[in-house]
């Protein structure tokens, strides 16, 4: 075990035994309730009325491009989720596929720089770079994912491929400007504003 791994399960809980002899991981248990907090309170934080909806489409569209990478990965034998919140129901790390990922995807929509090509694709690297690391981390310190066959600069390619094609859908949906309001969602403006 790693000296980093040591010092952080001495930190927040070691590893104990439940009566059947199943091991609690206390500290990758942590991690999922820290995701869902942080990942609330950017939502609250970056997602305001004006682009809630560029949000959503682009957290539901990378949550199922995520889905179906990850469904093919676990099938191939490249990654596995040791812990995951529904071993019972599946071989996929709940918290890390549809919450952490799809939030982060849709932060980085709403986020993207308006200016030149340059400082885009500087934008996407810089974003692809952190959530290849923030991967390679839970991989590495935890038994929240697990490589196989992957490594830091395959992550990375996978993340250039998911914000790419988040971003591309997101701006075909919205080619031709802000999707018209429906009349109910009129009705709610004129209402709170009337």
């Known amino acids: 075990m790693s000296v980093l791994r040591e010092g952080i399960l001495t930190l927040v809980g070691k590893r104990y035994e ?12 942590k991690i999922i309730i820290l ?3 942080l990942g609330l309170a ?20 990378s949550q199922a491009i995520v889905w179906f990478s990850v469904i093919l990965l676990i099938k191939l034998r490249i990654i596995s989720f ?20 799809p939030i982060l995807c849709g932060i980085y929509i709403i986020l993207e720089p308006r200016r030149s090509r340059a400082i885009n694709t500087l934008y996407l690297l810089l974003w692809c770079a ?19 066959f992957l490594d830091w600069f395959m992550g990375s390619m996978f993340f250039i491929f998911l914000l790419v094609l988040t971003n591309m ?6 080619r031709n400007g802000e999707p018209e309001a429906t009349e109910a969602e009129l009705e709610e403006v004129n209402h709170e504003h009337g």
Do not use: C, H
């Open 18 to 29: 439940d009566e059947g002899g199943s091991v609690i991981m206390i500290l990758e248990r």
């Open 35 to 37: 995701v869902w907090i």
């Open 130 to 148: 952190a959530l290849a690391l923030l991967n390679d981390m839970l991989a590495k310190y935890t038994q929240l994912l697990d490589y196989k």
């Open 169 to 174: 859908i997101v701006r075909w949906f919205y």
């Open 42 to 61: 950017m939502v609250i934080l970056f997602v305001q009325r004006s682009n809630a909806r560029r949000f959503i489409l682009a957290y539901f569209t």
């Open 82 to 101: 040791p812990v995951r919140e529904f071993p019972r129901a599946t071989d996929i790390g709940f918290t890390m596929t549809y919450v952490l990922y």
